[in-house]
């Protein structure tokens, strides 16, 4: 059985709140209330059990995210690049701290409904394929790159990549390095990687954390 509350590796999370929040009128997706509690307190009660430290990456003015403790982490680049970018700055961070943590795990702040035994089930994964070097999550026959968890070993290259331009793409870059898929299957009928991207969609949650049959995907 997994023991969802100990990984087998030093394992660091980042959370990836770095996004813009476009869809959801250009606010802190991470402070937006969903069910009394900001997205950001969901996610961190799901996912900080799963690993031994807990990163946020976002940009901006760190202070407003003092009531969680976490250390929050900036981009490397000024110019917005993505959950990579995220990814990237967490890597460098855990370096300046020196942490044995040999994976990061890494996932959104949009989604509350993470499954608990991600990084186990992950983790898991990659010791079974000594070649990949990152484990993505998959539901309903849809990747989710965001949710994943890499091996630290080769992250300078991507920091290098980053800055002259040679890695953009998320998918690009996590299939050239060696990928495995973990399936994850619906719980109580919903998507557990379901992302809450627009206004409308905080409304079309249930009280328990359950999607509206209508809004089902």
Do not use: Y
């Amino acid at each position: 059985m997994i023991d969802v509350t100990h990984p087998p590796l030093p394992i660091a999370g980042v959370i990836l709140a770095g996004g813009q929040g476009r869809r959801m009128g250009g606010v802190d997706k991470a402070l937006v209330d969903f069910e009394g509690r900001p997205l950001l307190a969901h996610v961190v009660e799901r996912f900080a059990p799963q690993v031994d430290r807990l990163l946020l990456s976002a940009n901006g003015d760190p202070a407003r995210f003092a009531a969680f403790g976490l250390d929050v982490v900036p981009d490397l680049f000024a110019e917005p690049m993505g959950p990579l970018a995220g990814l990237a700055a967490a890597h460098r961070r855990l370096d300046t701290l020196r942490s044995d943590a040999r994976f990061i795990a890494t996932v959104a702040v949009d989604g509350p409904c993470l499954p608990r035994d991600l990084v186990a089930r992950l983790a898991a994964a990659l010791a079974d394929r000594p070649g990949a070097r990152v484990a993505v999550s998959r539901s309903r026959d849809r990747v989710h790159p965001v949710a994943a968890l890499h091996r630290r070993d080769d992250l300078e290259d991507l920091i290098g990549g980053l800055a002259d331009g040679s890695v953009r793409r998320v998918m690009n870059w996590i299939e050239a390095r060696g990928v495995v898929l973990v399936d994850f299957d619906d719980v109580d009928g919903v998507d557990p990687f379901l992302n809450l991207n627009r206004p409308e969609d905080l409304g079309a949650m249930r009280p328990n954390g359950g999607i509206a049959p209508s809004q089902a995907r």
